[in-house]
C-alpha cells in the first residue's frame, strides 16, 4: 500500500506564515504529481498548487504569489509554504500524490489532511 502523511498544521494569525510537509511511504515504485488541496466546510475541495516529478508548478488563483510548493523526490516528500495568510485559507488541507506502485498499478492517493486555521 501507500500512505500519504501530512504535518504542519495549526493556528496561525492573519498576514502569517506555515509550512505543511506530506511523505509518501510504502511500496512506491515512481511518483508523478505531488499536490494540496484544501476543503472548507460546507466547501468542495479545491487545487491549491500541484507540482510535476520535474518540478513543474501549477497554482490555485486564489494562492498564486503566497503559497509556494516544492518537493524532494529522495525524501519521496512534498511542501507547503504558506506566506501571508487569511482567514479565508483555513481549511482542511489534503495532500495527493500519483503513485505507480512496485508491482505496475498507478493510482492517486491521498493523505489524511491536516487542519489550518487563520485567525486572530
Known amino acids: 500500500q501507500v500512505q500519504l502523511v501530512e504535518s504542519g498544521g495549526g493556528l496561525v494569525q492573519p498576514g502569517g506564515s506555515l509550512r505543511l510537509s506530506c511523505v509518501a511511504s510504502?511500496?512506491?515504485?515512481?511518483?508523478?504529481?505531488m499536490g494540496w488541496y484544501r476543503q472548507a466546510p460546507g466547501e468542495q475541495r479545491e487545487l491549491v498548487a500541484v507540482?510535476?516529478?520535474?518540478?513543474?508548478?501549477n497554482y490555485g488563483d486564489s494562492v498564486k504569489g503566497r503559497f509556494t510548493i516544492s518537493r524532494d523526490n529522495a525524501k519521496k516528500t512534498v511542501y507547503l509554504q504558506m506566506n501571508s495568510l487569511k482567514p479565508e485559507d483555513t481549511a482542511v488541507y489534503y495532500c495527493?500524490?500519483?503513485?505507480?506502485?512496485?508491482?505496475?498499478?498507478?493510482?492517486?492517493?491521498w493523505g489524511q489532511g491536516t487542519q489550518v486555521t487563520v485567525s486572530s
Open positions: 495527493n500524490a500519483e503513485v505507480r506502485r512496485l508491482g505496475g498499478d498507478r493510482n492517486y492517493y
Open positions: 510504502g511500496s512506491i515504485f515512481i511518483i508523478y504529481d
Open positions: 507540482i510535476t516529478s520535474g518540478g513543474s508548478t
